[in-house]
């Protein structure tokens, strides 16, 4: 395997893998847990490939400790983890459940005796199904009740933990989970991705208000962003790609670091988002120390009635399955482009896309340091006869992606970390677990766990890295 350029990264650059709770730990019932929305609708007929639950998942709830060893042994500088919020308030509020904080404070003492920097998520999508029963995050409540329960697990956590993420890409909470009902609560209504798109962020902000008051750290949000292009210079085109991006990307970023929202989706969603005040957009844009990106793919958009001529261009458009209320409501397709190789996942893989989104974020909204707080692939991955998972285009997609970040480096954005999706493979939400993107293979039936090639890879890339 040929060396990569790491020149560029520093020495104090934070390499690590990703989880979340609900994905690997399992022992939903135990530690006095509460159920979440995620319990709910992966038991909900037709909602998961095979009808998947994370009930026992990775088992990382007993099997922590052993975990934690394989990231010593990958030599990892840091771990992003995520903090289920029903092991910590079973019904979403009031008191702590004492069992829960102890669990996290156990994970963050053995990832300290390692020398590993905990970085935890304080939502990654497990919400407590009694606050989904009040209407979830398009009620107003739910942010003030996130901010609580944010404070209380700095408050536990504050004297080992240095690097706090607040929510994990929004994004999918509010568009995936209330528009497209691919995601947990599953709902299929606009206006209510809409409002759940604004009371996330405001969950952000007070949850920021209060954790400040509480710890000395650096905290950030982590956003799912990507390039968005048009299939072609054709105006239709250009405009659908346009709303697309501020659907996924500006819808963010504007009031996080501008504090207001871009005045084309005001005029396109209305709602909740025009009735957003300029308190509230100050709670959202106050200062944060590191912006969390989470990048997979470039995305390439088409208006539909272009879809003929994107086909006569040579481009690939799945017309199989109904528009999701998203792509209907701007009129748009996602296209591929033949010959770009695509992941399990059917994402194209190009990774010169993440140093145009990196550079672009440093150009049109900030200079703060960016932590990639997920970048990695699902691959048709299989143990061989020899007992090996030889995962190459794991590893070449990690390679590319690695070289994609120093040449953002070397264009001036101060990239302070990068994390590899995922430690584990595990439970890949709707996909259940026929989707594999660990740098670890987890045999489900007897939870045992192969290091593939490309942990092997990363180790590699880790020590060259930390022995410039
Ligand atoms: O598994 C997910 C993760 O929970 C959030 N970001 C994308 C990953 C891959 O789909």
Known sequence: MADLELGNFGR?????????????????????????????????PGKVTNGD????????????????????????????????WPRIQP????????????????????????????VPTIYHWDLPQSLQDRGGWTARDTSYRFADYAGIVTEALCDRVSHWITLNEPWCSAWLGYAVGVHAPGERDLNAAVS????????????????????????????NLSVVRPASQDQADVDVARMV???????????????????????????????????????????????????????????????????????????????????????????????????????????????????RIHDEYSELPIMITENGCASHDYVNPSGEVLDDDRVEYLESHITALSNAIDKGVDVAGYFVWSLLDNFEWAYGYSRRFGIVWVDYETQRRIPKKSFHRYKEIIAASKAR
């Open 12 to 44: 104090d650059f934070l390499w690590g893998t990703a989880t979340a709770s609900y994905q690997i730990e399992g022992a939903v019932t135990e530690g006095g847990r509460g159920v979440s929305i995620w319990d709910t609708f992966s038991k909900s």
């Open 91 to 118: 019904d979403g509020s009031g008191q702590p459940n004492q069992e829960g904080i102890d669990f996290y404070s156990r994970l963050v003492d053995g990832l300290l005796e390692r020398n590993i920097t905990p």
């Open 53 to 84: 639950t994370g009930e026992m998942a990775c088992d990382h709830y007993h099997r922590y400790v052993q975990d934690l060893d394989l990231l010593a042994e990958l030599g990892v500088s840091t771990y992003r983890f995520s903090i289920a």
């Open 245 to 359: 991006d501020g659907n996924l990307n500006r819808i963010f970023l504007d009031p996080i670091f501008k504090k207001s929202y871009p005045s084309d989706l005001v005029s396109h969603y209305g709602g909740t988002i025009e009735e957003a005040t300029s308190d509230d957009l100050d709670i959202i844009g106050q200062e944060i120390d590191f912006l969390g990106v989470n990048f997979y793919f470039p995305s390439i958009v088409t208006s539909r009635q272009n879809i003929d001529k994107a086909r006569a261009n040579g481009l690939y458009v799945d017309t199989s399955r109904q528009p999701n209320l998203i792509d209907a409501d701007f009129d748009s397709a996602g296209v591929h482009r033949m010959g770009v190789k695509r992941t399990a996942m059917d994402w194209e893989i190009e990774a010169g896309a993440l140093t145009e989104l990196l550079v």
């Open 196 to 223: 759940a798109t604004h009371h996330l962020l405001l969950g952000h902000g007070l949850a920021l208000q209060k954790m400040r008051t509480v710890a000395d750290a650096q905290i950030g949000i982590t956003l």
